[in-house]
C-alpha cells in the first residue's frame, strides 16, 4: 500500500486543476504524470553536462586537427 501524502490546500487544488485538464483519473495519476517529467528533465541535465564536458575535454585536440588538414584554413591565419 502507499504512503500517505500532506498536502496543502493550495497544492490540492493545483492537483485537481490539473487532473481535469490531462484528463486524470486520479491524483495519483496527476503526480506520476510529473515525476516523469521531472526525471526526463533531470536525465537531459546531465547528458547535457556530459556532453559539455566531453566536448570542452576534445575540442582544442579536434581544432589542431582541423588545422593540420586544412592548409588555408581561417583558423590558422586567427592562430597566427
Known amino acids: 500500500m502507499g504512503k500517505p501524502l500532506m498536502i496543502q490546500d493550495q497544492d490540492n487544488k493545483r492537483i485537481e486543476r490539473l487532473k ?3 484528463g486524470a483519473r486520479t491524483k495519483v495519476e496527476v503526480l506520476r ?3 516523469d517529467l521531472l ?3 533531470a536525465d537531459r541535465s546531465e547528458r547535457i553536462a556530459q556532453w559539455k564536458k566531453a566536448a570542452a575535454l576534445v575540442g582544442k585536440a579536434s581544432a589542431e586537427v582541423l588545422r593540420d588538414f586544412q592548409p ?3 583558423l590558422r591565419r586567427i592562430d597566427e
Open 20 to 22: 481535469k485538464r490531462i
Open 33 to 35: 504524470s510529473a515525476l
Open 39 to 41: 526525471e526526463k528533465n
Open 72 to 74: 588555408n584554413s581561417r
